[in-house]
């Protein structure tokens, strides 16, 4: 079993900042990937950011420049600051995390989701 438990959203106004933080616990040997998705209401879920073991990150178009996520794969926790936030970044964002649990077998796990609401 692995958890992910998400924190850090809430309600910002437009031009604002958040930080939400991600981190991943149980049955985990090694996580290859961790990222974020958002999910706005009426739309499918889509990528915001994900970033590799080693490094390596990537963006949706719709952030790039505005976005950053960075993790810790000491602490197994990914973030993500948002800045300069807009009226079309409100959605529920979703941590995913791409989990090898033992050697030779991997999984997909997802939080439960949290709230970012930008205000106008």
């Known amino acids: 079993q692995v958890q992910l438990v998400e924190s850090g959203g809430g309600l910002v106004q437009a031009g604002g900042s958040l930080r939400l933080s991600c981190a991943a616990s149980?049955?985990?040997?090694?996580?290859?990937?961790m990222g974020w998705h958002r999910q706005a209401p009426g739309k499918q879920r889509e990528l915001v950011a994900i970033i590799a073991r080693g490094g390596t990150t990537t963006y949706a178009d719709s952030v790039k420049g505005r976005f950053t996520i960075s993790g810790d794969n000491a602490r197994n926790t990914v973030y993500l600051q948002m800045n300069s936030l807009n009226t079309e970044d409100t959605a529920v964002y979703y941590c995913n995390a791409q989990i090898v649990p033992t050697i030779g077998t991997t999984m997909e796990s997802w939080g439960q989701g949290t709230q970012v609401t930008v205000s106008s």
């Open positions: 149980g049955n985990i040997f090694r996580i290859n990937t």
